[in-house]
């Protein structure tokens, strides 16, 4: 990707960086290259998605099928998703760097080789309440 037609000015004022700062990030071919690709506005059309696969015992009541969308991997959008337990999102940070990391190397992030998530409850037997387990996947916007 050559730096032709990405508009640094644009960027650095979308990002809040001094002029340092945006040195800094030029100054880095690998992340020049992941810039200019999430930047591209087919990232901002890919959803991150969490899903509900089972469910035993769970006190906020998530069950299969409840979802949260999160835009460009990052953004959670509240009118697509259901409610959901913060208890339960406590890995969604690494699924987010793994969709992030295989977009920005030019990888297929709907591609993830260990995408199942565990909630943060141990289940009853273990002293906790209940456990659920999740899925993450990602899909364009035109499939949703």
């Not at 040195?23 to 990232?43: F, G, I, N």
């Not at 009541?61 to 509240?78: C, I, N, Q, W, Y």
């Not at 909630?119 to 009853?124: P, Q």
Request: charged fraction near 30%; include cysteine.
């Amino acid at each position: 990707m050559s730096g032709k037609g990405f508009d640094w000015k644009a960027y650095q004022r979308q990002m809040g960086y001094s002029d340092d700062e945006l040195q800094m990030v030029k100054s880095d071919l690998r992340r020049v290259k992941a810039t200019k690709r999430m930047a591209l506005p087919e990232w901002q059309k890919k959803y991150l998605i969490i899903e509900v696969v089972s469910s035993e015992g769970c006190p906020a009541h998530m069950k299969p099928g409840d979802r949260l969308f999160f835009k460009a991997s990052t953004v959670m959008e509240p009118a697509k998703s259901d409610p959901w337990c913060v208890l339960a999102m406590n890995n969604f940070d690494m699924m987010a760097a793994v969709v992030h990391d295989k977009w920005a190397s030019g990888l297929d992030p709907a591609d993830m080789d260990f995408s199942y998530l565990p909630c943060v409850d141990c289940g009853v037997e273990n002293g906790g309440w209940g456990r659920v387990v999740m899925k993450a996947y990602v899909k364009d916007e035109s499939e949703l």
